[in-house]
């Protein structure tokens, strides 16, 4: 299977401690988003990479989080001195770049705990 | 915020046509319709998506009104496993800072 890999499927931390999340995208996908989703919430937009270049990211994204592409390929989430509201799933997707036929591929996510 | 409306919940007899609606009175020339799902504990997976036209592939068809305003996402015969929660969501006008707006979604349920 070639789709989107997250890792770690599932992250339990305490608060305070800081915790990196990877997404390896479809290959050749130029485009990588991260989205984080809350129970019975649609999935909330955090940020995008076209290639290596970072070129939006949300005001839900708080200095707390810092996301890099540094290859173009990979991806990480750090999140710092995580909070209990930091818990959520947090999901990334790539996608090949075409004027107004951007489709997005999803990982399963990584659900992360913060105790 | 999501540019679209969406029924909260529905349900739908197994090997019936499920009817999807959303509302997006909005929407402007060059945006285009699209529909993702998301099973549970997955991430959305994409469905389909239009323009102008209705559409149709080899999971869902997607009806556009003539003035664009709604669209409807028919699954002609619904499984068990398309129990899911349906997106419908309008992409931005600009290619660039594009991204994909989630709003809460339409929890479908087939039942047996």
């Known amino acids: 299977d070639t789709g989107v890999s997250q890792d770690p499927r599932h992250k339990i931390t305490k608060r305070g401690q800081n915790v990196t999340f990877r997404c390896d995208p479809i290959?050749?996908?130029?485009?990588l988003y991260w989205y984080r989703q809350t129970l019975g919430q649609g999935p909330e937009f955090l940020t995008y990479?076209?290639?290596?270049?970072?070129l939006e990211k949300s005001r839900l994204l708080s200095d707390r989080f810092s996301a890099e592409r540094p290859k173009g390929s990979f991806s990480t989430l750090e999140i710092q001195r995580t909070e209990q509201g930091d818990s959520a799933m947090y999901l990334c997707a790539s996608s090949p770049w075409g004027l107004g036929n951007e489709k997005l591929f999803f990982g399963s996510g990584t659900q992360l705990s913060v105790l | 915020d999501a540019k679209t409306t969406q029924p909260p919940s529905m349900d739908c007899a197994e090997g019936r046509a499920a009817n999807l609606p959303c509302n997006h009175s909005t929407i402007s020339g060059n945006e285009y319709v699209y529909w993702y799902r998301q099973i549970h504990s997955q991430g959305p997976q994409y469905i389909i998506h239009?323009?102008?036209n209705n559409e149709t592939n080899e999971m869902a068809s997607l009806i556009i009104t003539e003035d664009r305003k709604s669209s409807t996402l028919i699954l002609p015969h619904a499984t068990l496993r398309d129990t899911a929660v349906y997106y419908c969501i309008v992409r931005l006008r600009d290619n660039y800072g594009q991204n994909f707006v989630f709003g809460p979604g339409t929890r479908l349920s087939v039942l047996p």
């Open positions: 290959s050749e996908h130029n485009r």
């Open positions: 239009g323009l102008k």
């Open positions: 990479f076209q290639n290596e270049a970072q």
